[in-house]
């Protein structure tokens, strides 16, 4: 399977690893704009080079009760770094938006795909995703939340998480090639986490083996999510062994692309599932 990004294109054929570069301003010190942007490109060098696939660029907190950030405010955090990025390296990059007018910009910008944690429902949005998609070959991701992030952790609920989820990204998916985005560009993800228990995340991950039967890829996101630190009761040391480990369960159950935040060590488990995995299809 593989993915067109606009100009570029992603070998599905084994799990891809797509990098976070979180562009609010929480994730640096203060230093003003420049500063902000230098260090964002020099973290999204460093995961280039520990064996991202993809790099997300966001400025927008989607975390569970984050403020909403202004269009104005969210193009400044975004489109100039997808500008420099796209001028200096060569890997794909997408845009963690869920507004019309940054899908719009960061295209023109040069972001290869749309990851929408709003699965194109905000105003405009289904619109703006379908027009950079005609015009430069866009691929969009549609998640999967229950409620806003202000409020979708407050009470979660659902008769069956596994089959709810998976008609909401289908239903989403029909939506958007009815406005002419191609079912090959699209990229389904369950959402973990938004607006869900541990307990739903569990079943998700536990289930993800039934988007095997689409032929959609599948895109996850466990890194430094809650779940682990309420499954291991303890503090941050054990967010990398926990979001690793997550990951490798993912790719193992079938996830195409793992959007995390430590490269270089889930590049490595990756590399070891693969290595089981090649084995098995090498004549003894
Ligand atoms: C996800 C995501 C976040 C995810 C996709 C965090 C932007 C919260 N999580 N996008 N974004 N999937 N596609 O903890 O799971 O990273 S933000």
Do not use: W
Request: hydrophobic letters at 45%; glycine letters at 8%.
């Amino acid at each position: 399977m593989i993915l067109q990004l606009a100009d570029k294109s992603l070998d599905l054929s084994q799990p891809r690893i797509m990098g976070v570069l979180n562009c609010t301003p929480d994730s640096f010190s203060d230093g003003g704009r420049y500063q902000e942007f230098d260090s964002a490109l020099r973290h999204a060098a460093q995961m280039i080079e520990e064996g991202a696939d993809i790099i997300d660029v966001g400025g927008e907190s989607t975390r569970p009760g984050s403020p909403e950030v202004s269009i104005d405010e969210e193009l400044q955090r975004v489109v100039p770094v997808i500008e420099a990025l796209h001028r200096e390296f060569d890997v794909p990059l997408s845009v963690d938006t869920s507004k019309a007018e940054v899908m719009l910009a960061a295209a023109a910008a040069g972001a290869g795909m749309i990851n929408d944690v709003a699965a194109l429902r905000k105003p405009g949005a289904l619109d703006a995703a379908a027009l950079v998609h005609r015009q430069s070959g866009v691929a969009v991701c549609l998640m999967h939340m229950q409620g806003t992030p202000r409020t979708m952790q407050e009470s979660p609920a659902y008769q069956n998480v596994v089959n709810e989820v998976l008609q909401f990204l289908l239903q989403r998916a029909n939506v958007a090639e009815t406005a002419g985005i191609a079912a090959s560009s699209l990229v389904l993800d369950p959402g973990f986490g938004f607006g869900k228990t541990v307990k739903h995340n569990l079943s998700l991950l536990h289930h993800l083996g039934v988007y095997a039967d689409y032929t959609y890829p599948i895109l996850v996101g466990l890194s430094r999510k809650a779940m682990i630190k309420k499954i291991l009761a303890s503090d941050s040391s054990e967010r990398l062994i926990g979001s690793v480990t997550l990951a490798l369960l993912a790719a193992q159950r079938g996830a195409h692309i793992v959007r995390v935040h430590d490269v270089k060590a889930t590049a490595d488990a990756l590399t070891l599932l693969q290595a089981l995995i090649n084995n098995e299809s090498d004549p003894v």
